[in-house]
């Protein structure tokens, strides 16, 4: 049983456009929604998140949208850049609860 | 440095060896979860803890695992018996706090290899 979806496996985007990574979720209990971003060999590091009473959150050149009637979030990230290829996990917890809940993870490819 | 720390990086056990990952969480960080990553896939829960108490293992196979995170010294996910499907990264995070939403940060992970 997923409870976070990311549908895409991997995403190629041109250099200086903009990079939109999708997810859903099927647990209305999530009250909290994170993107990480993985290199490989490495662990998980924290982007960017959104509180379930919010609709956006901007940080720089990522924004996260969250449209909880149809229990979706997205990333974007614009201008993309070489940097930005990486796997990216949506995640979600819910409220009094401990565990993050991740998607399998989108490979995004930045092209030059 | 003061992030996650894991080691070893890389472990390599054969069928029926037991296999002991460690962490160290950030400094000030009194709260561990341990995720485990297969192949192709996301991160999965396996057991939060704080000092010297359990408080979710809901993600914890029901055998040959376990974890600690005593008083002093790093938490152990500690694997008896390992067979092949144990294969897998393993991760630790750590936060300030814990239901409150504290921000889990992720150490580099333990890659094991059961041959």
């Known amino acids: 049983d997923q409870q976070v979806k990311q549908n895409s496996p991997s995403l190629s985007v041109q250099e200086g456009r903009i990079s939109i990574l999708n997810c859903d979720y099927t647990n209305s209990m999530f009250d909290y929604f994170l993107w990480y971003k993985k290199y490989p060999a490495e662990g998980p590091t924290f982007l960017i998140s959104i509180s379930s009473i919010k609709d956006k959150n901007e940080d720089g050149r990522f924004t996260v949208f969250l449209n909880k009637s149809a229990k979706h979030l997205s990333l974007h990230i614009v201008p993309s850049q070489p940097g930005d290829s990486a796997v990216y996990f949506c995640a979600a917890r819910g409220n009094r609860d401990d565990k993050i809940i991740f998607g399998k993870g989108t490979r995004l490819h930045i092209l030059p | 440095n003061a992030g996650v720390m894991q080691n070893p990086r890389h472990l390599v056990r054969r069928r029926g060896q037991e296999a002991r990952l460690r962490c160290s969480p950030m400094k000030g960080h009194s709260h561990v979860y341990w995720y485990r990553q297969l192949p192709e896939e996301g991160l999965k829960f396996m057991v939060y803890?704080?000092?010297?108490?359990?408080?979710?293992e809901s993600g914890m196979p029901k055998e040959r695992f376990s974890a600690e995170f005593p008083k002093e010294g790093p938490s152990i996910l500690r694997i008896q018996q390992v067979v092949r499907g144990d294969s897998a990264a393993y991760f630790c995070?750590?936060?300030?706090?814990?239901?409150?939403?504290?921000?889990?940060?992720f150490g580099p992970g333990t890659r094991l290899t059961v041959l």
């Open positions: 995070a750590s936060s300030s706090s814990g239901t409150s939403g504290g921000e889990q940060f």
């Open positions: 803890l704080q000092k010297e108490n359990i408080i979710d």
